[in-house]
C-alpha cells in the first residue's frame, strides 16, 4: 500500500562512542522483465571522452588517460568528435596511444550539434580514414561507430560510402532506433529528469526499458553517471543546472547490474563543464576546461573526481561477470562533498543554478568493504556520525557542517583507514560551485596499522514503546589535524565545543510501514532537531531488504526536553502524508 496512518511506533536503543548513529539510506532496484536481447560478443564499458576539449594533447596525455581507464576495468573511450581543425590529429593520437598501450579499444562518436545529417561523406570520410586502425573497436568485422544525438541518420549510406561494415550505435530518440540504420541503440540520459530539466526523483530504469522495446532485441548501450552540474552564463553557453546527484553514482551502478545491458558508457571520462568528468583533473592545461575565463575553469581546477574511479571498479568486475552485486577485493572510503550550502548566496554574476534545492545539505562516503566495518564521517563543527554498514558497497550520508571534513572506516575497535577530505566546507562564495570534491582516504585497503578508538560507554536497557535516551558522550580531547591523506589514526572525539554531556541524548526511533519504490519515511517534531513540524526538514528513517518493513532513525536530542512527533510519507513524486491524527509524545 502506498499511506495508511496505522504506523507502528517501536522503541529501540543505538549508541556508539563519541559519535552518533545516523541513518543510512538504501534502496531494492525494481525487478522488471526484459525484452530478449541479440549477442554482440562479451559485456563491454566504456567511457565518452570529449575530443573537442583536448586540443592541446600529445600521445603521452592520451597514454595517461587511457591506462587509468583500462585499470579500473573500462574497455574503451568513446571519442565525442566534431569537425575542429584539430580533430584528425587527435584522433591519429589516441589511437597510436591506444596501440601503444595495448588491450583498449576506441571508436569515434560524431556529435551531431557539428556534424550535418546530411553530411554522409564527411561522416564516412572520418570512418574509412580510422576502420583499419589496431585500437579500432569492432563487433566481429564490424567497425563500432556511435553519436551524440543525430536521429536518423543514414548510417547504411555512409558504411557503402566508408566502403566498410558498420556496427552503429547511436544516442537517438527510441522510436527512431527501429531503422535499419542502427545496429543498437543509446540512452544518452543518466539523471533524474523530465524534459530535460531537473526534477526530485530517483532515477530509474524505466527509460533504459523504453530504449529496449524500441530496439526490438537489438542490443542496448546504457549511460552511467556520476553528476550533472554546469554553470556556463549568458556569455558562452547558458547552461545553468544541476540534477539530482547526491547517490547517482552507486544507485545507477546498481541499477544496470540488474539490467545487464550489451554496453555500458560512463558520461564521463573529461567532460569537466558538465562536472561529471571521472578522469584525471587538467590543472596544468586550463585550455581544456571550456568557455573560458568565465566558464569551467571557474569551477572544475582543484576538483578531483578520480577517485569515482575506485568506486566504478567492482562494478565493472560485477557486470562482466554477470553478478548481482558489486565484487570488493580491498577496503576503500571514496568521499565526496560540495564545499557550499545549496542555500548559501553568493557573489557570482551567473545566477543560482536551477536544481539546486534538490540537492541535499550532507557529506556523503562511499565505503567499498570486504566485511562490516563502521563509518565515522565529522563534518566541520558537528558531531561525528558513525554508520554500520555491512560488507560490500553502501552510499552513506551526514549533514553538512562548515570547516574540515574528516572521515574514518572502524572494525573490531581500530581505525583501519583514516584521512581528512582536501578542500573545508565553507560559509562565504563567490561562485555558485556545486562541483563536488571527490577523494579517498589513506590507509592501503585496511592493510595500515590500526590506530586505538574510543570504548563504548555500556548500553542500558531500552525501554519499550518510547524513544529511549542515553546521554551523550563527554567529550575528548581532539586529535591532532592530519594532513590530507593521512595515514590512520585515532578515531575523531567530538570538537572542543561540542555540547555538554547533559545537553543532548541520542533517542532511537523505530517504525513499521510498508512503501513503494521511491518512497520514503521522515519524522518530524516539536524541536529544531526534528524540524519545527517542517517536512522540509524532517529526519528521514532507514531500512533495507533485512528489516524492510521497519524504518530505524538515530537523533540526537536535547536532553530533559519534551517533545511531541509523528511520522511522514514523503513519495518518489513530492506528496507529503502525515501520520494520523494522534501525534506521539515524550515526558
Known amino acids: 500500500m502506498r499511506f495508511s496512518a496505522s504506523f507502528t511506533a517501536l522503541a529501540a ?37 570529449m575530443l573537442g ?78 576502420a583499419g586502425e589496431e585500437a579500432q573497436l569492432k563487433i566481429g568485422d564490424k567497425v563500432f561507430v556511435s553519436t551524440f544525438y543525430g536521429d536518423n541518420f543514414p548510417f547504411r549510406a555512409a558504411e557503402a560510402a566508408a566502403g566498410v561494415p558498420l556496427f552503429a550505435c547511436p544516442a537517438w530518440g527510441p522510436e527512431a532506433l527501429a531503422s535499419a540504420d542502427a545496429d543498437c541503440g543509446f540512452q544518452w540520459n543518466s539523471w533524474p529528469s523530465e524534459n530535460n530539466l531537473p526534477v526530485d526523483k530517483p532515477m530509474t530504469l524505466d527509460g533504459d526499458k523504453w530504449w529496449e522495446t524500441n530496439l526490438a532485441g537489438k542490443p542496448y548501450m546504457a549511460g552511467a553517471s556520476p553528476w550533472f552540474f554546469t554553470h556556463f552564463g549568458t556569455d558562452t553557453w547558458n547552461k545553468n543546472w544541476i540534477f539530482k546527484s547526491d547517490t547517482l553514482w552507486t544507485d545507477r551502478w546498481q541499477q544496470l547490474l540488474e539490467l545487464a545491458p550489451q554496453f555500458i558508457e560512463i558520461i564521463t571520462w573529461n567532460d569537466y563543464g558538465e562536472s561529471h568528468y571521472i578522469g584525471p583533473l587538467r590543472d596544468e592545461k586550463p585550455d581544456v576546461y571550456a568557455g573560458g575565463p568565465t566558464g569551467a575553469v571557474k569551477w572544475t581546477p582543484g576538483h578531483d573526481h578520480s577517485a569515482w574511479a575506485t568506486v566504478a571498479a567492482p562494478y565493472i568486475a560485477a557486470y562482466k561477470q554477470g553478478a548481482s552485486s558489486p565484487i570488493v577485493s580491498s577496503d576503500h572510503l571514496v568521499y565526496y562533498y560540495r564545499q557550499q550550502s545549496n542555500s548559501l548566496q553568493c557573489s557570482d554574476p551567473v545566477p543560482t543554478p536551477t536544481g539546486a534545492s534538490l540537492m541535499a545539505d550532507s557529506v556523503f562516503v562511499t565505503a567499498l568493504l570486504t566485511e562490516p566495518g563502521s563509518i565515522i564521517i565529522t563534518s566541520g563543527g558537528n558531531a561525528p556520525v558513525s554508520i554500520d554498514v555491512d560488507a560490500g558497497v553502501h552510499t552513506v550520508s551526514a549533514p553538512m557542517g562548515v570547516g574540515k571534513q574528516s572521515f574514518q572506516l572502524v572494525r573490531g575497535g581500530n581505525a583501519i583507514l583514516s584521512g581528512d577530505g582536501y578542500r573545508d566546507i565553507r560559509d562565504s562564495c563567490d561562485v555558485y560551485d556545486f562541483n563536488p570534491f571527490v577523494g579517498e582516504v589513506s590507509g592501503g585497503g585496511g592493510q595500515s596499522a590500526p590506530g586505538p578508538v574510543a570504548p563504548a560507554p555500556e548500553t542500558p536497557a531500552p525501554a519499550p514503546e518510547t524513544p529511549t535516551e542515553t546521554a551523550a558522550p563527554a567529550p575528548e580531547t581532539p586529535a591532532p589535524t592530519p594532513e590530507p591523506q593521512s595515514a590512520p589514526g585515532p578515531v575523531a572525539a567530538p570538537p572542543a565545543d561540542s555540547p555538554a554531556p547533559a545537553s543532548s541524548k541520542s533517542v532511537s526511533f523505530s517504525t513499521e510501514h510498508e512503501t513503494v519504490w521511491g518512497d520514503n519515511i521522515y519524522i518530524s517534531g516539536s524541536v529544531d532537531a526534528l524540524g519545527n513540524w517542517d517536512a522540509g526538514r524532517a529526519v528521514m528513517l532507514n531500512t533495507d531488504a533485512t528489516t524492510y518493513p521497519t524504518w530505524n532513525a538515530n537523533v540526537d536530542l536535547p536532553a530533559g526536553t519534551a517533545y511531541d512527533y509523528k511520522y511522514i510519507l514523503k513519495t518518489s513524486d513530492g506528496q507529503v502524508t502525515w501520520e494520523g491524527e494522534t501525534q506521539h509524545a515524550t515526558a
Do not use: M
Not at 556534424?115 to 561522416?123: E, R
Open 13 to 49: 536503543f543505538a549508541s556508539t562512542a563519541s559519535a552518533l548513529t545516523l541513518p543510512l539510506n538504501r534502496h531494492s532496484a525494481n525487478n522488471s522483465t526484459i525484452v530478449a536481447r541479440q549477442d554482440a560478443g562479451p559485456k563491454q564499458v566504456f567511457a565518452h571522452f
Open 53 to 130: 576539449i583536448v586540443a592541446s594533447y600529445t600521445v603521452a596525455d592520451w597514454e595517461q588517460d587511457i591506462n587509468q581507464a583500462k585499470n579500473i576495468g573500462i574497455d574503451g573511450f568513446a571519442l565525442n568528435s566534431g569537425t575542429d581543425t584539430y580533430t584528425r590529429d587527435q584522433l591519429h593520437n589516441a589511437y597510436q596511444a591506444a596501440k601503444n598501450v595495448g588491450g583498449f579499444k576506441l571508436f569515434i562518436s560524431f556529435d551531431f550539434t557539428s556534424f550535418s545529417k546530411d553530411d554522409v561523406n564527411g561522416v564516412a570520410g572520418y570512418i574509412k580514414e580510422f
